[in-house]
């Protein structure tokens, strides 16, 4: 039987109308700005979350280092929260590239309080760090992929108090589907926003980075600076482009699959913190005592799941699990240890 991969949405892989649509791609020199696949990409992105100006990158690490080195200065901070991949899952990136700190606030249900923000501000005039930056997550896949109410951004925003904010949206589109607040209007709220389209859109590799005109032209300088340039990227651009016309409304099945498994691992341990009201996206997450214990138990029943932090498991669903699946996942949950 197919083993049932629940460890990332980025396992996912390009669908047949990807594979055609990389066959056919035009392309060209994305250094010299001449790839045309690359730019209709950019160009589509930008239109998406409402900002002037797109770029296609090799990562979403990428994309959030890039926001970094352009809207932070070496010895500031920056605001965000303590779970948040651009500090925890990022190998230690920020210090390294952009010589930032975090400032580390609560980030419990996946959203900051903005009266964090205004302390970590306030706490410059106190000897500490200025901060420079703020950044968000949205959704927020610690908290089992939390969508941001729009009007706590709002807040977050009006707290920010002109500083820069940046929305690490590496999965925007499943807050999208989820709340019914835009990718648009999420973005208003940020300079700069980026998103994954090697997740749960399943296009094979990317990342875009989207904000005004004058950070994107910068953030190419950048991108270059780190290697991160691509030449003939349309190839992989041309699934993209897919992604987002193809792959957006659909989340909404894995999040009714994730709701799904959230149920069967609070039937099985209902005090682990696994509360399925709280699952809106594709992520669930618990606490488990022994978790290669658990992790040995499903990989012999044919399920991968993995952790995200000691004694803290993690289902993910995607394209490639369907309610049969879940059912079987579901049962192998039932009988863990
Ligand atoms: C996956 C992810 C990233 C990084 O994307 P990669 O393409 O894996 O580098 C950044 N932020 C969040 C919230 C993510 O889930």
Not at 34 to 42: G, S
Not at 190 to 218: E, F, H, I, R
């Given at each position: 039987m197919a083993v049932i991969d629940l460890r990332s949405d980025t396992v996912t892989r390009p669908t047949a109308e990807m594979r055609r649509a990389m066959a056919d791609a035009e392309v060209g020199d994305d250094v010299y700005g001449?790839?045309?696949?690359?730019?209709?990409?950019?160009a589509a992105y930008a239109e998406r979350v409402g900002k002037e100006a797109a770029l296609f990158v090799p990562s979403g690490t990428m994309a959030n280092q890039l926001a970094l080195r352009l809207l932070t200065a070496p010895g500031t901070a920056v605001v965000t929260g303590r779970r948040q991949h651009i500090v925890l899952y990022e190998n230690g990136a920020g210090g390294r590239n952009s010589g930032v700190q975090f400032t580390t606030v609560a980030d419990d249900d996946g959203t900051l309080d903005p009266a964090d923000i205004t302390a970590a501000i306030d706490a410059a005039a106190h000897h500490q760090p200025r901060p420079s930056l703020v950044c968000v997550e949205?959704?927020?896949?610690?908290?089992?992929?939390?969508?941001?109410?729009?009007?706590?951004?709002?807040?977050?925003?009006?707290?920010?108090?002109?500083?820069?904010?940046h929305l690490d949206g590496a999965r925007l589109f499943n807050a999208e589907v989820a709340t019914?607040?835009?990718?648009?209007?999420?973005?208003?709220?940020?300079?700069?926003?980026?998103?994954?389209?090697?997740?749960?859109?399943?296009?094979?590799?990317?990342?875009?980075?989207?904000?005004?005109?004058?950070?994107?032209?910068?953030?190419r300088e950048e991108r270059q600076r780190l290697g991160g340039g691509m030449r003939q990227a349309g190839v992989i651009a041309a699934a993209g482009?897919?992604?987002?016309?193809?792959?957006?409304?659909r989340l909404a099945d894995d999040h009714r699959r994730a709701r799904r498994l959230a149920e069967a691992v609070v039937d099985r341990w209902p005090d682990a913190g696994c509360d399925p009201a709280r699952v809106r996206t594709n992520v669930v997450t618990w606490r488990h005592a022994h978790t290669e214990r658990a992790l040995d138990h499903f990989a012999a029943e044919g399920v991968l799941a993995g952790t995200i932090a000691p004694g803290v498991l993690r289902f993910v669903t995607h394209h490639d699990i369907d309610d049969d699946a879940v059912e079987r996942a579901c049962k192998v949950v039932a009988a863990a240890p």
């Open positions: 001449e790839d045309p696949t690359v730019n209709a990409l950019e949205n959704t927020h896949m610690p908290a089992d992929g939390a969508p941001w109410p729009l009007d706590r951004l709002r807040a977050v925003k009006h707290a920010a108090a002109g500083l820069p904010i019914g607040t835009s990718a648009a209007d999420y973005a208003a709220q940020a300079t700069t926003v980026m998103s994954c389209l090697s997740k749960g859109l399943c296009a094979p590799v990317g990342s875009v980075l989207a904000g005004p005109a004058d950070v994107m032209a910068a953030a482009l897919v992604a987002l016309r193809t792959m957006v409304e």
